[in-house]
């Protein structure tokens, strides 16, 4: 994996293409008003997990993703899970550059995190916060 890539390498990053949003005011109306299914979906498909792998860490159950599916939009708080993982795609996108790199770091298993996979400790805000700080850590090159 490359090392460093600054921030604007990244151009418009994960959140700005999934449709979330130029700000965080934008992201915070989109989250309120919830998110579409299809987020969800492509968020999925670019983190290269499941449907119900990925519903699993922001606390879908099986039969509520069918009826989000079948309404078309998420609730807000499960808005703000997607939000959550979007955002760390984005920052280790930012980080270590092709999404694939970024997608491959956040489902593999961290020595830092104790071996968890940093995307199964964003199923809490408190462990997104871990995954968050360790992206800080090695964006300014601090061992972990």
Known sequence: MEAFRPPQAAQQGVLHDLGLGASSAERIEAVKAGLKVEVFATLARRLGVS???LAKVVGLSGTTLARRKRAGTLTPD???????VAALLD???QLFGPEDEAAEWLTTPNLALGHATPLALADTELGAREVE?????????VYS
């Open 133 to 141: 700080d360790l992206l800080g850590r090695l964006e300014h090159g």
């Open 78 to 84: 499960e808005s703000d899970h997607v939000m959550r």
């Open 51 to 53: 449907e119900a792998g």
């Open 91 to 93: 920052q280790a996108t």
